[in-house]
């Protein structure tokens, strides 16, 4: 008799400790979840790389033609209905969101492989993916700095909280941050030497201008708790003149 070979084990995902997940919609209707953690194996530390690598995977398993569309979420670890969406894949084309809009590593290698569906070259499509890059390489990338790649003061600001923050040490970024956000004249001019700076800090919550409004969403309770002292002072104010 000859001896069979064992079946690999079946990955399993592992939903809580993943950093992404996705969804696939094929075509004869069913729906396909993905984690990019595996159970009782540590996830890759290089996030950018860990998400190209999912991306490569999955369309070399010929995905993009068994789907309609598969989306790609950053996990909130609260709820799923508040994973944000970073990539939409379509048989034909894909829409970037969020701080992927401005990775320009993982979206030129997401074009490699349109650019090869195109041209009928459908080889292995994880060899698209751009090269590993040392430690200086990539710092060069990530802090290189023009109003091309940042058009508004918003892309630079997500930029610096939502990718470059997570990545390296708070004070670079902030220093960063605040050597290149004057190159925004809405943000006025250089502070003096020995001035402390003033402006939105990546830490906490930023302090929107009106010009910033749209990009972040107020909080209601901050917001009623401003009205409820506006009014406590106007009515002291009243029962002050009152009694003149």
Known sequence: MTPQTPAK?????DKETATFRWELYLANGKIFDGYSAIKDRAEKHDKQQLLQDCIGR???SGYLDKTYQMLFFKRTHFNRAQDVVLLEMYPTRYVAH???ALDLSTTEFINRIYAARQT???L?????LPPRLNKRQQDAIDFEFSLARFPTYEHFVAHCRDYLKPRYLYARVEAWFHHHKHSYPQQGSAPQPGAVRSGPRLDGPIQPTPAQAAMLSPDPANQQSIVNAQQAVQNLQNKFKSTR
């Open 124 to 128: 292995d499509y994880k060899s698209y």
């Open 120 to 122: 009928g070259q459908f």
């Open 98 to 100: 969020d701080y992927l």
């Open 9 to 13: 084990p079946r990955l399993q995902g």
């Open 58 to 60: 999955i369309v070399n």
